[in-house]
């Protein structure tokens, strides 16, 4: 669905990211993995056209075999939205704060479609269900009026209201409670065997991705050092730096093995 | 455990309002922390672990509540007795880049405790050294940073070496507790892993007591030896960390672990 | 305004010679009336000409420089000393001094600042201790205020707290961490200031309020130039030149120092406008 073939971003002289490879397939979950700097963000970014005036990809990156690298911001604009969808870890800015979250989103439809009032409030009350999130009251909100969680399903529903082929996630729970990131997760996942959408999701936190994620790619500097099923990078990873990252996260023991620690320290 | 349990900090029914909160930040919280040892506190934003954290330290005054530091009253201390009480308690916090004066090099932030206190000098320094630039190396050295960094700017530190300058300071007075509020959070996963462990050696190696504060289960579980929970100003749960998996662990504790356990 | 920077620099020399000339010497005596030589205009003898009591003007511009500038320097000079002292406190030690310092500051918002220092030397009365007087009163409740606002700020970085932490007294606190951050915003906004002040001075001298004659002010030599205005426009040309030349100069300046004092700020928000370039809503 989503291939990406050779891509380099650059910053004058400098090349934040190396020639980078990247399928992402029908109900893919491919999480993009790396520290900061290692080029995951601009990466996502560039997929949807957003890099920066200062910024330059150069490469090949086709959504259903169509080229996107060379359309110009008009025809992104209309990508966007449609086919790519974003959701950004800045839930705050998210929406203006001083319009409606039905309002907001009823733009968002209008502005790609000519479906009538009524059916525009139909799909976005449609959307706010499907985020679980209370549909009417949320509809008739003002953005300072919901939580953190609130507004970041509140967004991950405006993403999904023209019915995109890809969201890209770029680490859409890092400022929420890890409880409240755990359910977004868990939403999301649930939309994705309902819909068959395609994700992209950016982060720093390979936990997040350990119980979701189909394929996992690992960035360092710019660079993919790792990648291949998720399952087999969690339990053979080959690369030193993903030994690293691996084994730098901070792990809880399996219930089984602390009670054998116990058991040892007791006798 | 046979060791007799001697408390370096006593605080009890911690009591903390916001006039502009409709809930208090801290209510009836109490806890100790023994010699050595490392208590960990894991909550999510706005349980009030870092309320507790300001508090313990003294940078906000309590609406109710005492607290022992030493065997000694401190909670009620002021000027020149709060300022000696405190000479025995160092602080981390999540922002290194907010923790280092932008206009002043790495050694003048470094020295800023002792240079406070001439009188005093880290026992773990070997002993012949005199000079103020000699202990600063020393003490970088101890949190394994290269010493050329000293005449450096904050600027051109990684906020993984700015984060071991601010823990060189905290340990360069030998307080008896240093306070970690979220240590790592503001880290790549990298660095994060490596000044947890150097945290752990220098626990071994001077005889620290920690309270470690963190969102992370995890992390906490990896550094504590007791854990509390906190949820909306309150502790919610407490156990040893070997009894991690207990069938009486409250919900939200049980929740968090179901999260953390990948 | 941009200049370049030799251009600036230069306007910048040749005003400070100019006063540094005024101050040791003028061509003739700026009091030494003769009446034979009234109202003149420039010759190779009295390079401005003369005023209406036949004065050398080159003299008396030189002279009301020191005084213009002179009395602009001490009026800042003195909110300054005032004002941050004031801030610290204020902002430091908060509570009811704070709270007074709040009134302080709704007060004197109500009315602008000519209003008010033209209210004070009304009531004073004349003369040149009482303008200063006057328009310090005006101007110190800006630097306290911007100083104050700069103390909350600091108060909040972790580097205060691991400082108070780690035993530091209060005055040695503000002094190290905070006073530093001051410095730059109060260079911008005292040299800004410095054309106001000397615009404050003149029009107070202008209607009659500030130092009384003979001595000259350039506001009180537009006033007196005013009855010649049509025979000696002169007397009103030069004066006035001065005024605009030195309050254009200082707020240049002042321009250029805020630019490069929030060039500072901006190297660090272009850091973070990169991040928030990364984290761009595009849809």
Redesign the interface.
Known sequence: MLSIRGLTVHHQLQTLVHPLDLQLHRGEWLALAGESGSGKTLTSLAIGGLLSADLHAHGSIQLEGKELLHLSEPEFRHIRGREIAYVFQDYQSAFTPFITIGKQMDEMIRAHTSLSRQQRQHSCLAHLEQVELPAKPVYNSYPFELSGGQLQRAAIATALLLSPKVLIADEPTTALDSLTSRSIIQLIQRIQQETGIAILWITHDLRQVQRTADTLLIMKSGQVVESGKSHSIFFHPTHPYTVQLLSSIPKLPSRYRLELQNKQVNT | MTTTFTPILKADHLTKIYSDRPTPALSDVSLTIGKGECVGIVGESGSGKSTLARCLLRLESLDQGTIEFRQQLYHSLKGHSLRQARQHIGAVFQHPTAALNPKLTIIDSLMEPLDLQPSLRPSFISQPIRNREQIATQLLEYVQLPTKLLSAYPHELSGGQKQRVTIARAISTEPDLIILDEPTASLDVTSQAAVLKLLQELQQSLHLSYLFISHDLAAVYQMSDRILVMRHGQVVDQFASNDLYHEERHEYTASLLDVFLA | MSLSIGLRYSFLTLFLLFLIVALVWTPYDPYQIQMGDRLQTSSAIHWLGTDHLGRDLLSRIMEGARTTVGISLAILFVSLLIGVPFGLLSGYIGGWLDKAFKKIIDAFMTLPDYIFALILTGLLGPGLVNLIFAITAVKWVSYARLVRSIVLEQRQ???V?????????PWKLVVK?IL??TIGNLLVLATLDIGKIILMIASLSYIGLGPQPPSPEWGAMLSEGKTYFQTAPHLMIFPGLCIVITVLLTNSWGDFLRDRYDVHIQSHSAKRSMSS???????
Do not use: C, N, Q, T
């Open positions: 970085k972790d580097y707290r691991l400082a108070e932490i780690s035993g530091m007294k961490h530093p951050h370039i990364l984290f761009r809503k595009g849809v």
